[in-house]
């Protein structure tokens, strides 16, 4: 029986059991019921004590088709788990830095990573969308008004992100000639001290996004496409009414593929990306949501096995090779 630690985020540990609308509740549920144990921790509860990285943790476990986990605290070194899932949701703040810092205290040949947050703090969902121009929209990464102000000229259109938060919090839509343009962008560069991301804006967004599901170097065939919330241009409600069906195209599966297998080298397994117009808007790689219960509902589908099937057969060969490095 392999050991599986879940770093998940503070309000996820809250509402731990029926939550069926977070990855990680069906990612937990599935392992625990093919045999593996599970526990759980936020990164709040990692921690540094005699130069190893330590995690203060809840076991887990399945009963009437459900999770729960035992309300009694333990402690232990993060290398004492044969794999760790490090999936707390952004804000990428200070807090979430100083979580990636514990696994610089964490032996990687012993205990298996995903994703590695070493590699999550060096990747910028937004920003490092710029390894990968040929499948991005133009865009500049600045905190300067001026130049912000002149991208949005020559595009007439265009969208302005901050580069550390998710589930669109501070997505604006600005228009060339808009009154609000200077305060918004102040706004969200605090008065040009800190940089974000602006594209130029894909008309075909208002179909919505699809998000293409990736794990280590394998691309899904099974996707969603995100649909923009009433009266708003971007998706921001989680609930049946905002999905739909999608089917990636021959164009899509290719530049998905590519992604993967960089991202994979880096020790980013997991990675969703958001894609309108067979060009990529981001890319997910902190604690992607794979829209299990959607794709099934939208599909008549189980995707959890053919996601299980990817993640456990990746676990068993990656952790046997490092068992068998630790005992030569």
Same mark, same amino acid.
């Given at each position: 029986?392999? =050991?599986?630690?879940?770093?998940?985020? *503070?309000?996820?540990?809250?509402?731990?059991?029926?939550?069926?609308?977070?990855?990680?509740?069906?990612?937990?549920?599935?392992?625990?019921?093919?045999?593996?144990?599970?526990?759980?921790?936020?990164?709040?509860?990692?921690?540094?004590?005699?130069?190893?990285?330590?995690?203060?943790?809840?076991?887990?476990?399945?009963? /009437?088709?459900?999770?729960?986990?035992?309300?009694?605290?333990?402690?232990?070194?993060?290398?004492?788990?044969?794999?760790?899932?490090?999936?707390?949701?952004?804000?990428?703040?200070?807090?979430?830095?100083?979580?990636?810092?514990?696994?610089?205290?964490?032996?990687?040949?012993?205990?298996?990573?995903?994703?590695?947050?070493?590699?999550?703090?060096?990747?910028?969902?937004?920003?490092?969308?710029?390894?990968?121009?040929?499948?991005?929209?133009? /865009?500049?990464?600045?905190?300067?008004?001026?130049?912000?102000?002149?991208?949005?000229?020559?595009?007439?259109?265009?969208?302005?992100?901050?580069?550390?938060?998710?589930?669109?919090?501070?997505?604006?839509?600005?228009?060339?000639?808009?009154?609000?343009? /200077?305060?918004?962008?102040?706004?969200?560069? *605090?008065?040009?001290?800190?940089?974000?991301?602006?594209?130029?804006?894909?008309?075909?967004?208002?179909?919505?996004?699809?998000?293409?599901?990736?794990?280590?170097?394998?691309?899904?065939?099974?996707?969603?496409?995100?649909?923009?919330?009433?009266?708003?241009?971007?998706?921001?409600?989680?609930?049946? =009414?905002?999905? *739909?069906?999608?089917?990636?195209?021959?164009?899509?599966?290719?530049?998905?593929?590519?992604?993967?297998?960089?991202?994979?080298?880096?020790?980013?397994?997991?990675?969703?990306?958001?894609?309108?117009?067979?060009?990529?808007?981001?890319? =997910?790689?902190?604690?992607?949501?794979?829209?299990?219960?959607?794709? =099934?509902?939208? /599909?008549?589908?189980?995707?959890?096995?053919?996601?299980?099937?990817?993640?456990?057969?990746?676990?068993?060969?990656?952790?046997?090779?490092?068992?068998?490095?630790?005992?030569?």
């Amino acid at each position: 029986m392999q =050991n599986v630690l879940f770093i998940i985020d *503070e309000l996820e540990l809250k509402y731990f059991e029926f939550n069926d609308l977070v990855t990680n509740h069906w990612l937990i549920k599935e392992l625990l019921e093919r045999g593996f144990k599970v526990c759980v921790s936020t990164k709040n509860r990692l921690m540094i004590e005699n130069a190893c990285g330590m995690a203060i943790y809840f076991d887990s476990f399945a009963k /009437n088709g459900d999770i729960f986990y035992e309300k009694t605290e333990k402690k232990g070194e993060i290398n004492d788990f044969d794999v760790v899932f490090f999936r707390p949701d952004p804000p990428v703040d200070v807090n979430y830095i100083n979580a990636c810092y514990v696994f610089d205290f964490v032996d990687k040949t012993k205990t298996l990573v995903i994703n590695d947050p070493c590699a999550v703090r060096n990747f910028n969902e937004k920003l490092h969308l710029n390894y990968f121009p040929q499948y991005a929209p133009e /865009n500049i990464v600045t905190s300067s008004k001026a130049e912000i102000k002149e991208f949005v000229n020559s595009y007439q259109n265009a969208i302005i992100k901050p580069l550390n938060r998710c589930f669109g919090s501070g997505v604006y839509f600005l228009h060339a000639g808009d009154p609000n343009i /200077n305060s918004i962008i102040s706004n969200l560069t *605090e008065d040009g001290k800190t940089a974000v991301m602006v594209q130029r804006y894909l008309e075909k967004a208002v179909h919505g996004d699809k998000r293409v599901l990736i794990f280590n170097d394998f691309v899904f065939d099974e996707c969603v496409r995100k649909l923009p919330g009433k009266d708003d241009f971007k998706f921001n409600t989680h609930n049946d =009414n905002f999905f *739909e069906k999608a089917e990636l195209t021959p164009k899509e599966k290719e530049m998905a593929q590519d992604v993967a297998s960089k991202l994979s080298k880096m020790g980013l397994y997991m990675a969703g990306l958001d894609v309108i117009d067979e060009k990529i808007i981001e890319i =997910n790689v902190t604690s992607p949501c794979y829209f299990i219960r959607e794709i =099934n509902n939208l /599909n008549k589908t189980n995707f959890q096995n053919t996601l299980m099937a990817q993640i456990t057969n990746f676990i068993n060969t990656k952790t046997a090779k490092l068992y068998a490095k630790t005992n030569s």
